[in-house]
T-cell receptor, first 117, second 112 residues
Framework: DAGVIQSPRHEVTEMGQEVTLRCKPI?????LFWYRQTMMRGLELLIY????????DSGMPEDRFSAKMPNASFSTLKIQPSEPRDSAVYFC???????????????FGPGTRLTVL | KNQVEQSPQSLIILEGKNCTLQ??????????LRWYKQDTGRGPVSLTI?????NTKSNGRYTATLDADTKQSSLHITASQLSDSASYIC???????????FGAGTRLTVKP
């Protein structure tokens, strides 16, 4: 099992540029989560999908952020235009949501470290 | 104010010693409480999950306890190893809600 795959692992870009982060969830998992982690704010949930449908995007900081999940095996998080304050590690996680929610475990990818200059 | 508070913020112990990390939360009602371990440069990995009706859960040398009355949880690490050096994050999920509330984590360093 390859686990959750994220790409790129590192991204350095200049302010104003578009950034696209990619995630491949674990095969068979039907929930996908995007998180952002910074030293100041810790882990924050940005958005999550169930069966490819966005359920809650209240954590998305502003309109510059958008996420898509065109199929069960792929999701993207896009930032356009990027700003220095977007610099963080972005994690994708997936989960096989069963009927017993309390026992569900999220499996995290290795993260993408984004630096916006 | 964060609904999940962890203490201490950081901790240094010698290899072989035991330690206890604390998590206080105000999320109510809640569905479950999880402890994650996050190695430097990697994503969090689940250690334990407890529902509101459970008061202890073990995973090897890791034992989590939960007191739903006082809204406190602890993670006890026995006979620490150098590989235990990591951040430990407490996460509380509200009832009937897929949202999760994250603590800021405790940074544990185990020294030889």
């Amino acid at each position: 099992d390859a686990g959750v795959i994220q790409s790129p692992r590192h991204e350095v870009t200049e302010m104003g540029q578009e950034v696209t982060l990619r995630c491949k969830p674990i095969s068979g998992h039907n929930s996908l989560f995007w998180y952002r982690q910074t030293m100041m704010r810790g882990l924050e949930l940005l958005i999550y999908f169930n069966n490819n449908v966005p359920i809650d995007d209240s954590g998305m900081p502003e309109d510059r952020f958008s996420a898509k999940m065109p199929n069960a095996s792929f999701s993207t998080l896009k930032i356009q235009p990027s700003e220095p304050r977007d610099s963080a590690v972005y994690f994708c996680a997936s989960r096989a949501q069963g009927t017993a929610i309390p026992t569900d475990t999220q499996y995290f990818g290795p993260g993408t470290r984004l630096t916006v200059l | 104010k964060n609904q999940v508070e962890q203490s201490p913020q950081s901790l240094i112990i010698l290899e072989g010693k035991n330690c206890t990390l604390q998590c206080n939360y105000t999320v109510s009602p809640f569905s479950n409480l999880r402890w994650y371990k996050q190695d430097t440069g990697r994503g969090p990995v689940s250690l334990t999950i407890m529902t509101f009706s459970e008061n202890t859960k073990s995973n090897g040398r890791y034992t989590a306890t939960l007191d739903a009355d006082t809204k406190q949880s602890s993670l006890h690490i026995t006979a620490s190893q150098l590989s235990d050096s990591a951040s430990y994050i407490c996460v509380v999920s509200p009832l009937n809600n897929n949202d999760m509330r994250f603590g800021a984590g405790t940074r544990l360093t185990v020294k030889p």
